[in-house]
């Protein structure tokens, strides 16, 4: 089946910008993450829902950065007034399972990432 | 510190080759770990995981952990230019979001 998908692929804002960033799962996944990867780095945990409930926000780097995932699927990374350093990739994650003890069903498939470069 | 270093490389050898690649964590409440391979603008995908101290194999490929020295490694054996990619090791531990703390990455390259 299909796997998680990202739109837009790439995108480019003038700082100051408020973008926008989607993530289709994997249909029926109920764990939906996001992380940001810099360049020449590894990806980096900003935050995690369970169906619609966002039980995680702590690495969101500041109040403007904001999720949502209001029907426990599709889910959006809002970034307001966007600034340089906030250029990276965005990478969506998704995931079977509920709880998180590790097991197969926990393996978290990712999708190819929104990359974003703030002028 | 980061909770989990890796030697970023880049690395290159000659096809054939065995590939040793390395993390080392600070946190040894980590109980969970995993590596992952990433391709030029793709997302990471898994490659294997493992909870327990020893080794894994899966065809060329095995993963082994030391929770003594907070050490984990994978080793690449036969080495293709297909496996030219960045490799990223990570770990996490049982909770309620399962959020995964990744290493720099390790870029591989494997020559013809």
């Known amino acids: 089946g299909a796997g998680v998908s990202q739109s837009p692929r790439y995108k480019v804002a003038k700082r100051g910008q408020d973008v926008a960033l989607r993530c289709d799962p994997i249909s029926g996944h109920v764990s939906l993450f996001w992380y940001q990867q810099a360049l020449g780095q590894g990806p980096e945990f900003l935050t995690y829902f369970q169906n619609e409930a966002q039980l995680d926000k702590s690495g969101l780097p500041s109040d403007r950065f904001f999720a949502e995932r209001p029907e426990g699927s599709v889910s959006t990374l809002k970034i307001q007034r966007t600034q340089q350093e906030d250029s990276a990739v965005y990478l969506c994650?998704?995931?079977?399972?509920?709880?998180?003890?590790?097991?197969?069903?926990?393996?978290?498939?990712f999708g190819p990432g929104t990359r974003l470069t703030v002028l | 510190q980061k909770e989990v270093e890796q030697d970023p490389g880049p690395l290159s050898v000659p096809e054939g080759a065995i590939v040793s690649l390395n993390c080392t964590y600070s946190?040894?409440?980590?109980?969970?770990f995993m590596w992952y391979r990433q391709y030029s603008r793709k997302g990471p995908e898994l490659l294997m995981y493992t909870y327990s101290s020893g080794n894994k194999e899966d065809g060329r490929f095995t993963a082994q952990v030391d929770k003594s020295s907070k050490y984990i490694s994978l080793f690449i054996r036969d080495s293709q230019p297909s496996d030219s990619a960045t490799y990223l090791c990570a770990t996490g531990l049982p909770s309620n979001t399962g959020k995964l703390i990744f290493g720099q990455g390790t870029t591989l390259q494997v020559k013809p």
């Open positions: 946190n040894s409440a980590f109980q969970y």
């Open positions: 994650a998704s995931s079977l399972a509920m709880t998180h003890q590790y097991s197969i069903t926990d393996t978290q498939y």
